[in-house]
């Protein structure tokens, strides 16, 4: 396999899940260092100031994190970029690994477009299709892939009228979730009409649109997904939450909920479940990775819940542990993850995008 080059690991980003990224990111560069890659760490404030976060690599064996460029940026205001493309060497391969708005949205990947710099993961379509729920749903409506009952609601037109046509169409219990953001954060199960106008108020206060679902009963399945053109899918993993449903606090901290990787499937259902994930994964044009959330119903059905273009790199992330599963070690997943952005850069700069003469 050719050299990786530098990579480099971006982490941080204005997003509620700022502090999974520094989780994330820690572990990517430790193992690229043991792999003795040249590496380079870039740090995203809250407030998208980019920070140069190299001094973070002579002790990144220390804690289970990085330091937030928040905090790094206070301490070393020497540190400061003026952007992202600043020294940045000819062999760079950037590693995005900024979870939820700004980082998995687009956003910096159109940037990284502009740069012209090679980047793991989906592009700027697949990654803002994807981190918004409602448009991912109606793409994989449209495609025939089966997803749960849903209705978008706008902070401008939302009403008590729209509420109660929402719970006649969904019915109870139903979830209320921000269209855009991860970690289940600002979601809410709300079993009486007076939850659900709390949990949508709450919403709000992270996006201007959200989703109200209707509540699927079934296994919460997961399988971990790699690929540009051909696409490889994992054995299916599964949450078993210790709360009423697997929000923030039970993915990170209270440490009680039960992760299976591999859960036990009987061949025809994890056949099945595989197909549906790589059926998702091709309708809404993912490349490089994702992570894909689906119910099994007790009929054997599969229903998709969501495709995460970023998914979390920590030592409780399914999607490593899957890969680990099917005797991938981190290391080689992040070999992987580097050819294929650079086989998606190169496939991409050989088109003919400019002008005929």
């Not at 982490?11 to 989780?23: K, L, N, V």
């Not at 979870?99 to 949205?105: K, L, N, T, V």
């Not at 956003?107 to 700027?124: D, K, W």
């Not at 008590?160 to 921000?178: H, N, S, T, W």
Request: proline share 6%.
């Amino acid at each position: 396999m050719p050299e990786p080059g530098t990579l480099v690991v971006i982490y941080g980003g204005p997003s509620a899940e700022h502090e999974i990224s520094c989780i994330s990111a820690r572990r990517i560069a430790e193992t690229a260092l043991d792999r003795e890659w040249p590496v380079r760490l870039v740090g995203l404030t809250h407030a998208k100031q980019w920070v140069d976060a190299q001094s973070e690599l002579v002790d990144i064996d220390m804690g289970d994190a990085l330091e937030s460029p928040d905090e790094l940026l206070a301490k070393q205001p020497y540190a400061e970029l003026s952007g992202l493309g600043d020294d940045l060497p000819p062999d760079a391969v950037v590693f995005p690994v900024l979870h939820g708005p700004f980082g998995e949205d687009g956003v910096v990947q159109g940037h990284l477009e502009a740069l012209g710099l090679p980047y793991v993961g989906a592009g700027v379509l697949s990654s803002a299709v994807c981190m918004d729920k409602g448009i991912a749903k109606s793409v994989l409506h449209d495609n025939g892939i089966p997803v749960a009952a849903w209705r978008l609601v706008h902070r401008s037109t939302w009403s008590p009228d729209v509420m109660e046509e929402a719970i006649g169409a969904l019915g109870l219990p139903l979830f209320v979730k921000p269209a855009n953001l991860g970690s289940s954060i600002g979601v809410a199960k709300a079993s009486e009409a007076a939850a659900v106008g709390d949990s949508v108020s709450s919403a709000f206060e992270f996006d201007d649109v959200v989703i109200l679902e209707e509540f699927v009963p079934g296994r919460e399945l997961e399988l971990a997904l790699m690929g540009n053109e051909d696409v490889s899918v994992t054995r299916a993993g599964e949450i078993i939450a210790s709360r009423e449903f697997y929000d923030f606090e039970d993915k990170y901290l209270l440490g009680k909920a039960e992760t299976i990787a591999p859960t036990d499937l009987t061949a025809s259902q994890l056949a099945h479940a595989q197909r549906v994930a790589a059926a998702a994964y091709r309708a809404l044009r993912v490349e490089g990775l994702a992570r894909v959330d689906v119910f099994l119903l007790d009929d054997d059905e599969i229903v998709v819940n969501e495709v995460n273009t970023m998914p979390g790199f920590t030592p409780i992330s399914m999607f490593p542990m899957l890969w680990e599963a099917e005797g991938r070690a981190f290391g080689d997943v992040i070999e992987e993850l580097v050819d294929l952005a650079r086989a998606r850069h190169q496939r991409r700069g050989a088109l003919r995008t400019h002008r005929l003469t």
